[in-house]
């Protein structure tokens, strides 16, 4: 519990009152997210699209994806279960490997120069079909763009590469357009409003060049990270006036925001919300880093008024520590000449490229990042080096991460500073699956259906507190492949993916989390809050 307030009713309605803007409708969403890779299958086995993670399965560094929780032929059923808990959206991912297909195995240094492969509009309309069951749901549809993986012909480090912003417009112009055509023609339903150009883009970068969680080629280190950063936020910013200008072709008006992975250091999250609204806010050029550090210290201050219980002195003191150093990486970075085009794109225009904010939440704070190395609990990842299994060994896990509900109100009022709506866009909790079969219990003793009503229940504290939250949505509706392992269970159902992909309603603690999340949002509809 936090033990002084990290915000209030008063703070919120202030920033309340700078919000400027339209808004399709002023019902909250309570939903559910999930991810192409993750939970469609299908992918990087023998005559299926292939994607970055296929030399990594191939050579069992990773456990395969294999058909995962074969969302791509049951999206009907699961969108179905996600209506009758009540829920009115769901996130869900458009796949580029799919859409701009490769079949055959090119070597992962060199297909960066192969010559793009066409566009496969069957894909579009499957992923047509499953929009327009969205809508007749009553579903909202939240579509991310790109969600961690690229086509395998752009080969493992495609976002160290310039180029790859353009292949990736021309991709989301060509999804854009079918979806603005195709749905209201062969559907009757109207296309989706709400967009993630890019899953968490600070994680994307770090978990590829600096973790070692995700594969890569030769290029790792904080310049690597730097420069694949830099280019997925000019992907997004180019991006967003992208579909912007799509939609206004047709008449309409799309909402659009990229999600991070909420954390406490301020280089690997809010930075780079400060620098996409540097121009917006009236931050000239010149002076643009001098306004990041002076934000910098006026987080790290505000974390350290908040006082968490759950933060010891001798966390307190690690998190000091790692501030520092990445405050110290991010000094040496700012002078990456890969800069000079992301702040060209950011000063072209006064508009921001954000819609809203989406934030990914989970355990953000970055004094719980490691732990003493627990030998029996490491991802089933063969050939590590050196550098991935100390990594691995003492950096906490999804089943780790804490249960800290007080930690989404300062992560909350943080993000009000952006006068624009906010969504969670991802918040869940993991049970771990052993190597041997069983489902093991959280060492905290959390189960899903506290995490649950914890998170619902702050969610609605804060609206009613008067925060521009206007959506939840839990990860995820199903277990599912979690990059490179099916070890950690976030589901609301529980998925047998040893006997038929079949959804369990009870799982092996004897709850029924999807009928618990139901019974929360059935109870915050009761309450008639409106976000705005």
Not at 221 to 249: D, M, N, P, Q, V
Not at 274 to 287: E, P, R, S, T, V
């Amino acid at each position: 519990m936090v033990t002084r307030p990290v915000a209030s009713k008063h703070l919120y309605r202030e920033n309340e009152k700078n919000l400027s803007f339209e808004w399709p409708h002023h019902e909250f969403l309570w939903g559910v997210a999930t991810s192409p890779y993750q939970h469609e299958g299908g992918m990087n086995g023998k005559g299926e699209p292939l994607n970055n993670w296929v030399w990594a399965e191939r050579d069992n560094q990773v456990e395969p994806s294999g058909k995962s929780c074969n969302f791509w032929n049951l999206a009907e059923e699961d969108l179905k279960r996600a209506k009758d808990l009540g829920l009115n959206a769901f996130r869900l991912g458009i796949s580029w490997s799919r859409i701009q297909p490769i079949y055959d195995l090119p070597h992962p240094e060199n297909s960066s120069f192969l010559e793009p492969p066409p566009f496969d509009p069957t894909v579009l309309a499957r992923y047509s079909e499953i929009l327009a069951y969205c809508r007749a749901l009553g579903l909202e549809p939240v579509v991310t763009l790109h969600h961690f993986t690229h086509p395998a012909w752009l080969g493992l480090d495609a976002w160290i590469h310039r180029s790859t912003i353009d292949h990736y417009l021309k991709y989301v112009a060509y999804t854009i357009k079918y979806l603005l055509e195709h749905l209201p023609k062969d559907f009757h339903c109207e296309p989706p409003r709400f967009f993630l150009t890019v899953n968490e883009p600070n994680m994307l970068a770090t978990c590829h060049y600096l973790y070692g969680y995700f594969p890569s080629g030769s290029n790792r280190g904080i310049h690597a990270a730097t420069t694949c950063l830099i280019h997925l936020l000019e992907a997004h910013s180019r991006a967003y006036f992208l579909i912007h200008s799509l939609y206004k072709s047709y008449g309409l008006k799309p909402y659009v925001s990229f999600n991070n992975y909420s954390s406490n250091l301020y280089w690997l999250d809010l930075a780079w919300l400060d620098l996409l609204h540097a121009n917006y806010f009236g931050i000239k050029k010149q002076k643009l880093f001098s306004y990041l550090w002076d934000r910098a210290r006026q987080l790290d201050s505000a974390f350290d008024k908040a006082r968490f219980s759950s933060i010891s002195l001798a966390r307190k003191a690690l998190g000091f520590l790692l501030k520092k150093a990445q405050h110290f990486l991010a000094y040496a970075c700012s002078f990456e000449s890969a800069w000079r085009e992301l702040l060209e794109v950011i000063y072209a225009s006064k508009q921001r490229p954000f819609d809203f904010i989406a934030f990914d939440y989970y355990d953000p704070f970055v004094e719980h990042a490691l732990r003493w190395p627990r030998w029996n609990d490491e991802l089933p990842k063969r050939n590590k080096t050196f550098h991935e299994w100390m990594m691995e060994a003492f950096t906490s896990k999804w089943w780790d991460w804490r249960m800290l509900p007080e930690g989404l109100a300062f992560v909350t009022h943080q993000l009000t500073h952006y006068q624009l709506p906010l969504l969670i866009s991802e918040n869940g909790l993991a049970y771990r699956y052993t190597p041997s079969g069983m489902m093991e219990k959280r060492r905290d003793s959390v189960l899903r259906s506290h995490y649950i009503r914890a998170h619902v229940r702050i969610v609605n504290k804060l609206r009613k507190e008067g925060a521009p939250l206007f959506g939840y949505l839990y990860w995820s509706l199903v277990d599912n492949y979690e990059w490179g392992s099916f070890s950690p269970r976030f589901g609301l159902y529980s998925v047998d993916f040893q006997n038929g992909l079949y959804r369990k309603e009870i799982d092996v603690f004897g709850e029924n989390s999807a009928k618990i999340y139901a019974e929360e949002v059935q109870q915050a509809k009761l309450n008639k809050i409106s976000w705005k």
